[in-house]
């Protein structure tokens, strides 16, 4: 996979972050992944189809997720409900749109899906052929998302 | 009489977050929909003076809704509301009749702002 891909994701997160909740994230070093690895207790997953397809999913652990969506709502989260996990979905998908944004001015042109959200620490996530990068992002007092990026280049064959 | 104004987002989020903006500044929310096909059978049926329409949602995209809503009403208000920025999904979305492109994460006064210059007649 090609570090041009992740570069957007990295740059949407801090501008979208930044907006968002109003704090300065620090951007960690990226690393790869092996093919099969174990989500934390939060990932919110978007699907990316188009030029450029695959998913990236976006984890972090309860806490964190409990701290993001307060800030978003503006009220504190007691329990994890439809509307804080809608908050920290709508945090996924505004980053991937930004990202595309970034991407389409590369001259990829990409869509995205719905964000799905995944909970529970121990399961497993297979990118199957695609390998997984990884963006940890430190979030000042709200604590660290990280955003893996699974994404390829789909071959266009003339016919 | 305050604007009637339609939500069109499937996320629970944004439409609490839409709703709060629209009524503290006078708006009044009289429908809120949650994908494409909602929000063209609202629109029918609450003639709303202006919809929010997001893009990435299931069912129908908000770029199919508001061709739909277009062909109903020639003279429909939509205003995208999205985190799909490309260029090319904001010219497609122009082309089609939306009367603005807001970016996501937005601020307060960018909503207000749209809507008020768009409603301003």
């Given at each position: 996979?090609?570090v041009e ?44 189809t188009?030029d ?17 969506a ?30 595309l ?8 042109h990409?869509d ?6 995944i ?23 709200l ?5 893996n ?11 | ?7 069109t ?8 977050t ?30 709303p ?8 949602m ?10 739909e ?45 749209a ?7």
């Open positions: 996979m090609k891909y992740v570069s957007p994701f990295a740059e949407a997160s801090v501008n979208v972050i930044e907006m968002l909740l109003n704090i300065r994230p620090e951007r960690g070093a990226l690393s790869a992944r092996p093919q099969i690895f174990t989500t934390m207790q939060i990932n919110i997953v978007c699907g990316i188009g450029i397809a695959g998913l990236v999913i976006y984890g972090m652990s309860m806490a964190t997720a409990d701290k993001i307060s800030r978003m709502i503006g009220a504190p989260v007691v329990t994890f409900d439809g509307l804080a996990a809608s908050a920290i979905a709508e945090l996924g998908n505004m980053i991937s749109g930004n990202s944004s970034l991407l389409s001015a590369q001259g990829y990409c995205i899906t719905p964000p799905t959200i909970r529970g620490s121990n399961v497993k996530i297979t990118t199957l052929n695609v390998p997984a990068l990884v963006i940890p992002m430190v979030l000042p007092d604590g660290e998302v990280e955003i990026v699974s994404l390829q280049e789909r071959m266009t064959q003339a016919a | 009489m305050a604007k009637r104004i339609l939500i987002d499937d996320a629970l989020f944004m439409r609490v839409l709703k709060n903006i629209l009524t503290q500044n006078g708006y009044e929310v009289v429908g809120e929909a949650s994908n494409g096909v909602e929000s063209v059978s609202m629109y029918k049926s609450l003639k003076d202006l919809v929010t329409m997001d893009i990435t299931p069912e129908m995209d908000g770029i199919a809704a508001l061709k809503i277009r062909a109903v009403d020639p003279n429909a208000t939509v205003v995208m509301c999205t985190a799909m920025g490309q260029k090319n999904m904001v010219v497609e979305a122009i082309q089609a009749g939306a009367k603005d492109f807001i970016v996501k994460p937005f601020q307060p006064d960018r909503v207000v702002e809507l008020q210059k768009l409603l301003a007649a």
